[in-house]
């Protein structure tokens, strides 16, 4: 394996071992990533950070300004009222573009989101303190299956991403995100039917189960 830093951890035990060392303090809030994006945001964020004619540095960009016009058009296809906080909670739970970054208090559905997609990439876990993102943190307002089976948290940062530090990411090499994800399913049951618990888990990876499908039927 060719690895730049030599003491980064490189199996499945020193991987747990490494991200054990964080979750035994009681400190720290996670987030599972399958490749290694870049910068850590929101993806609202990102719309504008990979936009070719616009560069957010050189502009001053204030991503809350975009949010805040966004919930107030969001807010006319909704039948009841909700906070800006529950409907933002909403559109991320449904895949849409908000400024909250997701994280979660379970290190090991951190680690699954780490290992679950791009499997000939190395993913990584960001390990934050709670106390330095605190005014930040988003409880989710009420339960949502999903979120419950997640232990989500959620980050809604001033500028739209975060700089965490070097030494609190853990990189998981493409080769054990297999063996991980064995492992988190065997002792934690932890597995994409227990992550993606409601009918649009089922709906996201519905496609890879239609062959079989058919298969079934005209057998």
Known sequence: MDREDQNEPSTVDEILRKIEEKADTGEYIYRGESKHFGTVSSNLYRVFL???DFDVAA?????????????EDAKKYLRRTSSDCELLVEMQHYGGKTNLIDF???CFVALFFACEQYASENGRIICQKKKLLSPSI???PEPINRVVAQ???????????IKPDDNDIINISSE??????EYLQE????SV????????????YQKDYMESYVEFYLS
């Open 187 to 190: 002792v934690h049951d932890i």
């Open 138 to 140: 988003k409880e989710p």
């Open 176 to 181: 054990i995100k297999l063996p991980m994800l």
């Open 151 to 161: 232990s989500s948290v959620f980050v809604r940062p001033p500028d739209g991403f």
């Open 50 to 52: 990979e936009h070719e």
């Open 104 to 106: 979660t208090t379970d």
């Open 193 to 204: 039917e227990t992550i993606y618990n409601d009918i649009h888990g089922f709906i996201r």
């Open 59 to 71: 502009e001053h960009f204030d991503v809350e300004i975009v949010q805040k016009r966004m919930l």
